[in-house]
């Protein structure tokens, strides 16, 4: 295993993952302080349409945004490692414009629909004002530009600190308005404040590291990138299979308060916090490894290896996270969000399944994207939601939320698997090519 460190992909690989490791250890502290604040302050069903709420920005997001990151690693990585930035600025051109465009769509189309469905995903009425208000952070939240041109600028230490920004600020926020009793409306004003603290703040970042490299001039927003061959199918893949991604998240914590009600949710947000928390370290790894990859020759033997060894590396953290948080998470949830949230304890174990999974799963999304197969994740991803929108209905009224987290098991399984048997066809073909 010696030998590893010697490969400097794979020393690149984990120094930029211990870079998101740090942040995002930080990050997940503050994000259980600041959920355990909020239960607290407010009770199981005003946290719950807490979670509503904010799940309904993130949902509109998720759906809407390109996640065009991936459009300026994928066509601007390589040049400017190698001293020829145009087609990095020219798909950084496409990826504003396509944030700009998605994010004022996204809160049109958002606000517009919200009165007809609020009731539906468990949003009371006397609260759609407030989901209004909270709605206007959509042109802002999530864009990725600035994450895109920060990881081909490899300053992964910036994209991880800059993610610390909203969680920190979030928990003090948090935990003063619980010291103070504060309302109801207190607290969604502190989730909008740091969110849009935090997108405003990356943004900053990437306009300052455009600058330092002197990479801004000839950076101009548009939507016709002619000389990125595939560049609209790549995004509306990458765009679909992140508006599918969404189901698990956002949309699948709507669809819970819709059948089980805001209590629901909040048990259900509770536990794939602390599920996600053991998850983080295959997501990071997988963070870092794509525009790692894209530097690569997929036909030679390298990225394969710098894969295996990836999961190598990440199997032990994973899986002491996962035994961590099984002999751990009752005690958590009672001492930090009290004892009316014990019932997520049961969901959370199941839920335990899908870091075990993220083992196997980290490489094959950016893998599958760096041999031009943006459609593999899609497909398999589609698939995954089908099992997850057949089953949540009736897993959740037959056993609650433990049923909601089997149902999410399930489309997890299956988007695993699918995008395996995709990347070991991509293997054969490529590895054949040169004979």
Not at 230 to 238: E, Q, S
Not at 351 to 359: E, N, R
Request: proline letters at 5%; aromatic letters at 12%; charged letters at 15%.
């Amino acid at each position: 295993m010696r030998h590893w460190f010697k490969d400097q992909h794979f020393r690149s690989l984990l120094k930029n993952s211990s870079y998101l490791g740090v942040s995002k250890g930080v990050a997940a502290l503050c994000g259980v302080a600041t959920l355990a604040f909020a239960g607290r302050g407010l009770g199981v069903i005003l946290f719950g349409t807490l979670i509503l709420i904010t799940s309904y920005a993130k949902a509109v997001s998720g759906i809407a945004k390109f996640q065009s990151w991936q459009l300026i690693v994928r066509y601007g990585g390589h040049g400017v490692a190698h001293g020829d930035p145009e087609h990095f600025k020219v798909a950084t051109g496409f990826a504003f414009a396509l944030d700009m465009v998605s994010g004022i769509g996204g809160l049109l189309v958002g606000a517009a629909l919200l009165p007809f469905i609020a009731e539906w995903v468990g949003i009371t009425r006397e609260y759609l004002w407030l989901a209004l208000l909270y709605c206007t952070v959509l042109p802002v939240m999530s864009s990725a530009t600035p994450d895109g041109v920060l990881r081909v600028l490899d300053r992964f230490d910036l994209i991880s600190w800059s993610g610390t920004l909203t969680p920190i600020l979030r928990a003090i926020l948090a935990g003063t308005a619980f010291v103070t009793g504060a309302s109801f409306p207190v607290y969604v004003g502190i989730w909008f404040i740091t969110e849009l603290a935090g997108d405003l703040y990356l943004w900053y970042l990437g306009w300052r590291e455009l600058e330092r490299h002197d990479l801004l001039g000839g950076i101009k927003p548009t939507l016709k990138p002619t000389v990125l061959p595939g560049a609209w199918r790549f995004a509306i893949d990458v765009n679909l299979a992140t508006s599918v991604q969404a189901v698990w998240g956002p949309i699948g914590r709507l669809v819970v308060g819709g059948l089980l009600g805001p209590a629901g949710a909040a048990l259900f947000r509770v536990a794939s916090t602390l599920a996600d928390s053991a998850q983080k370290p295959a997501d990071l790894l997988g963070k870092a490894f794509y525009p790692q990859v894209m530097r690569m020759d997929l036909s030679s033997k390298q990225p394969w290896k710098l894969m295996l060894r990836g999961t190598a590396l990440v199997s032990f953290v994973m899986l002491l996270a996962i035994a961590l948080m099984i002999i751990g998470g009752k005690p958590l949830m009672s001492i930090v969000f009290g004892k009316e949230f014990l019932g997520a304890y049961e969901p959370l174990m199941i839920l335990m399944a899908i870091p075990f999974l993220g083992i196997f799963s980290f490489p094959l999304t950016p893998m599958l994207y760096a041999l031009g197969r943006s459609d593999g994740p899609l497909k398999a991803k589609l698939l995954g939601s089908a099992i997850f929108f057949v089953t949540i209905a009736p897993l959740s009224w037959a056993w609650n939320v433990v049923g909601a987290a089997v149902a999410l098991v399930l489309a997890n399984v299956v988007n695993t698997g699918a995008m395996m048997i995709q990347l070991r066809g991509e293997h054969r073909r490529v590895r054949a090519r040169p004979a």
